[in-house]
Every structure is written in C-alpha cells, then in structure tokens.
C-alpha cells in the first residue's frame, strides 16, 4: 500500500545503503513513492535485483549497486555509477549496518570489532565525504545518517555497535562543523526537528516502554521517570549486580538449589529433581500459596510449580526453540506426578511452569511465553528475588563452577587459570 505523500522529492537521486532488505529497504521504497530516484547498495545481488523490482514498479528512475560498504576501494566507484546513471545524489542515506552480539568486551573478537567498526562507522565516514563533495558543487544535498538508543546509552552486550552508534553522533558534528565554512545552510534542516530536550523525552519514552514491558514480564522495575521537563531517571533501589555474577559462576546444579531455595522461602516444599531422563526439568515445588499467607485456603488448591534453571552467561539469550521444549516435557512431568500411585496432587491443582535463567529470552520467546503463561525470570530479577529473600549469604557460600579439559584448564572466580593436579603439586 503507498505510504501518505508527505512531502514531493520529484527530480531528486536517493542513496540507500543496505537498502535491499529491512530498514533499508523501507527507507528506498518510501522515498520512491515521494518521487525520489532511488539507488540501492548492498552486498547481495539477489536480494538487490528483487527490491529493484519493487522500485521499478513504483515507477521512478532506479539502479542496484552491487557493493560492500567494508570495501573501501569499491565505494567510490559505486557512487559514480548511481551518478552516471541517474544524476546528481541528492539524498544519503548511510543505513548498512551489522552487529556483534559478543555479550561484552571480554568476550568479543578484534576481527568482529573492526568489522562493525568498518560497516557502522568507517563506511559512514567514507561515504558521506564522498557525497558531500558531490552535493557541495551544486549546493544542494541531505546526508542522513542511522543512529541508535545506544548512540546516547550503550549496551554492555554490543561493545563495537554501541561504541560505532555513539561515534555517528559525533561525526554529525565534526562534519556540520566542516561543512558550514562551504555551506551555511548544511545543518538548518536538522536543526529545526532535533533537539536537546526533544530528544530527552523521546528516550524517556523509549525508557517508559520498557517500564511496562517489565511489569507484563514479571520483572524488576529498579527506575522510574518523573514527568518533569526534562525527565529525570531515578533509581529504586540499589542492586548488587555482584549478586547476578555469582549466580552465573557457580555449577549448574547450584543454581537449581537456588531456585528451589528461592521457592522455599515463598513458602512452598521445594527440591531439584536429580533426575537425567525428566526432559530437562530442574526442579519442583508443592504446598505454593498462591493467595495472601494470612487467608485460608483447601490445601489441595494450592500452587504446584514445575521448572527449568538455565545458567547461562550475559548475553546467552533464550531461544523460543527452548522453551517449547520445557512446555513440552513440564506438562508430561506434570501428568506423570498427578498420575503416581498414592500422588497428593489431584489432577486440577493449580499449575506453573517456571523457567528461570541467568541471561534473559530471545524477542520471539518472551512472545512465546506470554502466549502460553510461562512464569520466566532474567537474570537480573532472579538476583532482585534472592536478595529480597534472604539468601544472598547462602549463594555467596557455594563454590564457582571448575571446568577442566584436555588443556588443563580450571575456571576460578570469573578467570582461566592453569590447572594442577595433585601429582603435580
């Protein structure tokens, strides 16, 4: 369906990179039905010719580029060609990206590094310098350039894309800056769309959504946003995110004691299972009030909880793929304990399959579980539970998890560090 025409860009040449997919693709199609002649770049020639199509159909001037932004011997050469085609570029847009979802700084590879590096910013740099030389000798152009919520709050999980999409707002500045001793005008556009306290609310409201993502996902709310100009951000309580790194350090089977200790101190009979052939499930509890403790309820109405621990890294997100699987071997397991000879839980007592883990899910998975009513929890709001509860002396006292292997290595508070035996001591 055609989009609103908002403004006309009849007679003006588009450049999108990566614009053969995605984002990129949006942005292409949008500027052809505001008139635009558009050109697209990307790496892949099947997936450009396919978007080329749709562009042709629209019925503006259009061209497929064949290029990746990382080949720097490439780009001008493509530029030209998009000029010789379709004339002079009046519109860049620097749109090809990548990620690394290394989970840290500790974790990611250089190579990786330097490769979002090169696509997300280098490239940027690259190309912009390119077009603008271009846009400078007939005093007209846009250069737009894809930023992020991390160009202003990075993300500890994607280092290089955080730090790339923090650079992009400084190269907006250093080339305005350069740009305005040729053209007075370079930077009035953004001006009149962009500003401090704008863009303020608009991360508060990024910021607010998330909040109710929480509250539907069961998950701590450790800030909240007043509704002053600007907003302010203000932390609930103070965490102690020492408390998560332990959880993700200690031995798998630790982590089902802490879950079951966790249930425990809801009230409920709590155990891991010791099992091997159970599916996959950790740990189970019986006896979980599920009204206020101080009412009565019959005892046969009280809560049976079924459930899988993951301990996984920062970063190691859960699939939705893992999670069907738990559904499926928890309601199995929850049939074979209502169906056990002289079992105390009848058939209908009321049922939650929990699934806690020390990373966090996958997009697609947090759909999943809400779908179906899975009682899940990050890592984050496992540690805000542990803590409110007591145990953080009890988990402080397990032993880290030590892993060896043919290269004699042992894993000891958080490092590798080289391993001997007692022959060898």
Same mark, same amino acid.
């Given at each position: 369906?055609?989009?609103?025409?908002?403004?006309?860009?009849?007679?003006?040449?588009?450049?999108?990179?990566?614009?053969?997919?995605?984002?990129?693709? *949006?942005? @292409?199609?949008?500027?052809?039905?505001?008139?635009?002649?558009?050109?697209?770049?990307?790496?892949?020639?099947?997936?450009?010719?396919?978007?080329?199509?749709?562009?042709?159909?629209?019925?503006?001037?259009?061209?497929?580029?064949?290029?990746?932004?990382?080949?720097?011997?490439? /780009?001008?050469?493509?530029?030209?060609?998009? $000029?010789?085609?379709? *004339?002079?570029?009046?519109?860049?847009?620097?749109?090809?990206?990548?990620?690394?979802?290394?989970?840290?700084?500790?974790?990611?590879?250089?190579?990786?590094?330097?490769?979002?590096?090169?696509?997300?910013?280098?490239?940027?740099?690259?190309?912009? #310098?390119?077009?603008?030389?271009?846009?400078?000798?007939?005093?007209?152009?846009?250069?737009?350039?894809?930023?992020?919520?991390?160009?202003?709050?990075?993300?500890?999980?994607?280092?290089?894309?955080?730090?790339?999409?923090?650079?992009?707002?400084?190269?907006?500045?250093? =080339?305005?800056?350069?740009?305005?001793?040729?053209?007075?005008?370079?930077?009035?556009?953004?001006?009149?769309?962009?500003?401090?306290?704008?863009?303020?609310?608009?991360? @508060?409201?990024?910021?607010?959504?998330?909040?109710?993502?929480?509250?539907?996902?069961?998950?701590?709310?450790?800030?909240?946003?007043?509704?002053?100009?600007?907003?302010?951000?203000?932390?609930?309580?103070?965490?102690?995110?020492?408390?998560?790194? #332990?959880?993700?350090?200690?031995?798998?089977?630790?982590?089902?004691?802490?879950?079951?200790?966790?249930?425990?101190?809801?009230?409920?009979?709590?155990?891991?299972?010791?099992?091997?052939?159970?599916?996959?499930?950790?740990?189970?509890?019986?006896?979980?009030?599920?009204?206020?403790?101080? /009412?009565?309820?019959? =005892?046969?109405?009280?809560?049976?909880?079924?459930?899988?621990?993951?301990?996984?890294?920062?970063? =190691?997100?859960?699939?939705?793929? #893992?999670?069907?699987?738990?559904?499926? @071997?928890?309601?199995?397991?929850?049939?074979?304990?209502?169906?056990?000879? $002289?079992?105390?839980?009848?058939?209908?007592?009321?049922? /939650?399959?929990?699934?806690?883990?020390?990373?966090?899910?996958?997009?697609?998975?947090?759909?999943?579980?809400?779908?179906? *009513?899975?009682?899940?929890?990050?890592?984050?709001?496992?540690?805000?539970?542990?803590?409110?509860?007591?145990?953080?002396?009890?988990?402080?006292?397990?032993?880290?998890?030590?892993?060896?292997?043919?290269?004699?290595?042992?894993?000891?508070?958080?490092?590798?560090?080289?391993?001997?035996?007692?022959?060898? @001591?």
């Amino acid at each position: 369906m055609k989009s609103p025409a908002l403004f006309d860009l009849t007679g003006r040449v588009a450049v999108v990179t990566g614009g053969n997919g995605g984002i990129g693709r *949006g942005i @292409a199609l949008g500027l052809a039905e505001a008139g635009a002649a558009v050109a697209v770049l990307g790496r892949n020639d099947e997936k450009n010719q396919r978007v080329l199509s749709e562009l042709q159909a629209i019925g503006v001037p259009s061209v497929a580029v064949k290029v990746d932004v990382t080949n720097r011997a490439g /780009l001008a050469p493509a530029l030209n060609k998009v $000029e010789s085609e379709l *004339g002079p570029i009046g519109i860049l847009v620097n749109n090809a990206g990548n990620v690394s979802l290394s989970g840290g700084v500790l974790n990611e590879k250089s190579e990786d590094w330097d490769n979002v590096i090169e696509t997300q910013l280098n490239a940027v740099f690259l190309l912009s #310098k390119l077009a603008a030389k271009s846009m400078l000798s007939h005093k007209s152009g846009k250069i737009i350039n894809i930023g992020s919520m991390y160009s202003f709050f990075g993300s500890g999980l994607v280092p290089s894309y955080s730090a790339a999409k923090g650079a992009i707002v400084q190269l907006r500045t250093v =080339a305005i800056t350069a740009l305005q001793k040729q053209w007075p005008q370079s930077d009035q556009f953004i001006e009149e769309f962009i500003d401090e306290e704008g863009r303020l609310h608009y991360i @508060a409201e990024h910021l607010r959504n998330d909040l109710s993502d929480r509250v539907i996902d069961g998950k701590v709310k450790d800030f909240e946003i007043d509704d002053e100009s600007p907003p302010y951000v203000r932390r609930l309580f103070p965490r102690r995110p020492t408390l998560l790194d #332990k959880l993700r350090r200690i031995a798998p089977v630790n982590f089902e004691r802490v879950c079951a200790k966790i249930l425990e101190s809801l009230g409920a009979d709590a155990a891991t299972t010791q099992q091997t052939n159970d599916g996959g499930i950790d740990f189970t509890a019986t006896k979980l009030k599920i009204i206020h403790p101080s /009412l009565p309820m019959p =005892a046969s109405c009280h809560g049976v909880v079924i459930g899988q621990a993951k301990r996984y890294k920062e970063g =190691a997100a859960i699939s939705e793929t #893992k999670l069907r699987e738990f559904v499926g @071997a928890s309601v199995l397991k929850r049939h074979r304990m209502a169906s056990a000879t $002289e079992s105390s839980i009848p058939p209908l007592m009321p049922t /939650l399959f929990a699934f806690w883990t020390t990373s966090d899910l996958e997009r697609n998975a947090k759909i999943y579980a809400r779908s179906v *009513g899975l009682w899940y929890m990050d890592g984050t709001t496992l540690a805000a539970y542990a803590q409110e509860l007591g145990l953080s002396e009890f988990i402080d006292s397990l032993p880290d998890l030590v892993v060896r292997s043919d290269k004699c290595l042992s894993f000891e508070l958080g490092r590798f560090v080289p391993y001997q035996n007692s022959s060898q @001591a």
